[in-house]
């Protein structure tokens, strides 16, 4: 920390419990590097969706199951999205968790170890070709993962929500930049593991994973200053306690939060059709090798997140002074077009399809950043009062992994589809295969571009809006709440 005088550093206790310090400006006192720490574990959560989504699942659906891959891949995201039902059960267990390391750290401990043994699951069941035994494993990754991340969700709001009171929202915004900078550093750690595993068992990236997961619970660990919470009441969770995590009300601020997470939903639905890009690599741009796809893949997703953590801290600090909603309606028209470039771009002479693929991709990752770059401060602002962080951020992230989740079984229907009257397409040597243009565009347009309008219609009708630009007042009346 910084050396700073008496007079410009006081320790502030948030209502949350957490010890921090404030300077006068009412920003916490904590330099960049500690804020990247605190908040890495969105880091691994997005190295592992992303090399998982990307590449792992669409390689084991295909080495498991060749004859119907893009069905079975569906089904291996449903479960992700399943397992994120428990994320506001672990928010709200962290909020009344006792314990000298604090209330957020021990979930996040236990969903780190709990993801552990689900990959020792998936590694041992990849190499028996098992696929009831992986489903098991996937659904115990996944709901670790998912704990750990509900706990980590509400560590900034607990640091920052002094801070947001005396700035009127501004550290949020700054949280919400870092968490984004996070979110695409992460996804180009995970294609740079794919360019550099491409020659090996795709085994290979599960010990990685592991490493990954602990590295991160040791930052979180050293670098959050929480506090002891044995001053808590002793509390047990009840199953109507349970139920109630799920429900947003529906009037005033709850209602905000609401179309928050309804958007959040759609925007997720749409995202997930990257899962299929190595399908589409394949039979749309008619890359014949699995390592030229996969390096094609690498080389696009880098791009697109290169772009995309150079414009999200910008994008972040642009909310700030002009509102979170104008950002998430360029992020949306960005996004829609370059839906729309995917299902031209077949068309096109087979030596330019693959510069326009990456074009396209990158084009996706500047609309991306956009929206992730006030995905977490638009749920910050609009906060219902009857929930606490960690319960809201648990219920924020099971709408993005529900549209996850129904985006993928959509799509996968869609992209077996083949035009009306023609006949069945005929398998490679390998057994896989081949989808059409017509049921590419169905899931690019159908589920992508459309997905993106929703969200757009949906952020419109949000009421309340908290960015830089609020009143001190209103902030700290949520804060309050």
């Not at 070709?129 to 706990?151: K, P, R």
């Not at 044995?230 to 609401?258: C, Q």
């Amino acid at each position: 920390m910084g050396e700073r005088s008496e007079d410009e550093v006081a320790p502030v206790e948030t209502e949350e419990g957490a010890l921090m310090e404030v300077d006068d400006a009412g920003e916490p006192d904590f330099s960049l590097q500690q804020w990247m720490a605190i908040t890495c574990f969105n880091f691994v959560y997005s190295l592992l969706n992303c090399s998982m989504g990307l590449a792992v699942l669409p390689e084991e659906a295909t080495r498991m199951r060749p004859d119907n891959s893009s069905l079975w891949l569906g089904r291996f995201i449903a479960v992700c999205g399943l397992s994120q039902l428990i994320s506001p059960i672990a928010g709200k267990l962290s909020d009344t968790h006792r314990s000298r390391l604090g209330r957020r750290r021990p979930i996040i401990f236990f969903g780190v170890l709990l993801a552990t043994l689900g990959i020792v699951t998936l590694w041992f069941s990849s190499l028996r070709l098992d696929i009831n035994l992986y489903f098991v494993g996937l659904l115990v990754t996944e709901l670790g993962m998912n704990a750990a991340f509900a706990g980590h969700c509400a560590l900034p709001a607990d640091l920052t929500a002094k801070a947001d009171a005396e700035s009127g929202g501004e550290a949020s915004g700054k949280i919400s930049g870092i968490l984004a900078l996070h979110t695409f550093l992460g996804n180009l750690a995970a294609m740079l593991l794919l360019v550099l595993l491409r020659d090996y068992d795709i085994q290979m990236q599960y010990p990685l994973y592991i490493c990954c997961f602990w590295v991160a619970f040791a930052c979180i660990y050293f670098s959050s200053p929480e506090r002891d919470s044995l001053h808590l009441e002793e509390y047990s969770l009840t199953l109507k306690d349970a139920l109630s995590t799920f429900m947003v009300e529906m009037s005033g601020e709850g209602k905000d939060f609401f179309l928050v997470c309804f958007g959040r939903c759609f925007y997720y639905m749409g995202s997930s059709c990257s899962v299929f890009l190595l399908f589409f690599l394949r039979d749309m741009i008619e890359v014949e090798s699995a390592a030229d796809r996969k390096q094609s893949l690498s080389i696009a997703v880098v791009t697109a997140q290169l772009v995309g953590a150079a414009v999200s801290v910008p994008f972040s600090k642009l909310s700030d002074r002009h509102g979170r909603k104008p950002v998430i309606y360029l992020a949306c028209l960005i996004m829609a077009f370059s839906f729309v470039m995917l299902c031209v771009i077949p068309t096109f002479p087979l030596d330019v399809r693959l510069p326009s693929f990456l074009v396209a991709v990158a084009l996706y990752g500047v609309g991306n950043a956009a929206y992730y770059a006030v995905d977490y401060a638009l749920a910050y602002d609009c906060l219902p009062p009857n929930k606490s962080a960690a319960e809201a951020f648990g219920i924020w992230g099971v709408c993005g992994f529900v549209g996850s989740t129904a985006g993928p079984l959509v799509e996968g229907y869609f992209i077996s589809l083949n035009p009306p009257g023609t006949p069945d397409p005929v398998p490679r040597d390998d057994g896989t295969v081949p989808y059409s243009l017509f049921g590419y565009c169905m899931a690019e347009l159908g589920v992508g571009a459309v997905s993106n309008v929703v969200v757009a219609v949906t952020t419109l009708m949000i009421v309340r809006e908290l960015s830089g630009s609020a009143g001190t007042e209103e902030v700290v009346a949520k804060a309050g709440a």
